[in-house]
């Protein structure tokens, strides 16, 4: 159990379009799930923790308009990267945390999105 | 803050070698502290946690043990295979949000 699916796993768009990425904890739920990025060879870095029916928090630093986080049921979180540029072309990941468990997350495979 | 500090990579293995992969952390309070795994073309796994101190998470053949008064949490194995080929990230968990902070991540290469 405790599987975490992303969709897409990779997707190329073009300067100024938007992207949406899914994020479902397949058989378990979630009221919180987190979003991180990770740039080559380099850490996670979480952008925001989306709780379900409430606003996203995001990290210091992330643009809460460019990176819209909707959490609307237990089992799925979207990001959307809205007009996006060539310096937000990532690897985006997805993580959920069981409900009653305190600490661990399951991560999701990840979105490889290319910006050209 | 709380921080995670690893040892850089790549690490190249021999079959059958001793693994050690190091890591240190700077947190206020008692973090729990992990180690992720992530497979080529796959998600983060959770390798192994300890949640306080002298704590020994294990799995897989692979150990750490939370040592407070080093502030490390040591990642280790006795005889690595080709297929644990793969990257190697610690990380910690602490506080109210308990929000997980990662380490830069350790590229592990295991050669037959």
């Known amino acids: 159990g405790a599987v975490v699916s992303q969709h897409p796993s990779w997707v190329i768009c073009k300067s100024g379009t938007s992207v949406k990425i899914e994020c479902r904890s397949l058989?378990?739920?979630?009221?919180?799930m987190f979003w991180y990025r990770q740039f080559p060879k380099q850490s996670l870095m979480l952008m925001a923790t989306?709780?379900?029916?409430?606003?996203?928090?995001?990290e210091q630093g992330v643009e809460k308009d460019k990176f819209l986080i909707n959490h609307a049921s237990l089992t799925l979180s979207t990001l959307t990267v809205t007009s996006a540029h060539p310096e937000d072309s990532s690897f985006y990941i997805c993580?959920?945390?069981?409900?009653?468990?305190?600490?661990?997350?399951?991560f999701g495979p990840g979105t490889r999105l290319t910006v050209t | 803050g709380n921080s995670v500090t690893q040892m850089e990579g790549p690490v190249t293995l021999s079959e059958e070698a001793f693994l050690t992969i190091n890591c240190t952390y700077t947190a206020t309070g008692y973090p729990s502290l992990f180690w992720y795994v992530q497979y080529p073309g796959e998600g983060l796994q959770l390798l192994l946690k300890a949640t306080k101190a002298d704590d020994k998470g294990s799995n897989k053949g692979f150990e750490a043990t939370y040592r407070k008064e080093t502030t490390s949490f040591h990642l280790e194995k006795g005889s690595v295979q080709v297929s644990d080929s793969a990257v190697y990230f610690c990380a910690l968990s602490g506080g109210a949000t308990n929000k997980l902070i990662f380490g830069t991540g350790t590229l592990l290469a295991v050669q037959p």
């Open positions: 989306s709780n379900e029916g409430s606003k996203a928090t995001y």
């Open positions: 058989d378990f739920q979630a009221t919180t």
């Open positions: 993580s959920a945390r069981r409900d009653g468990n305190s600490y661990e997350q399951y």
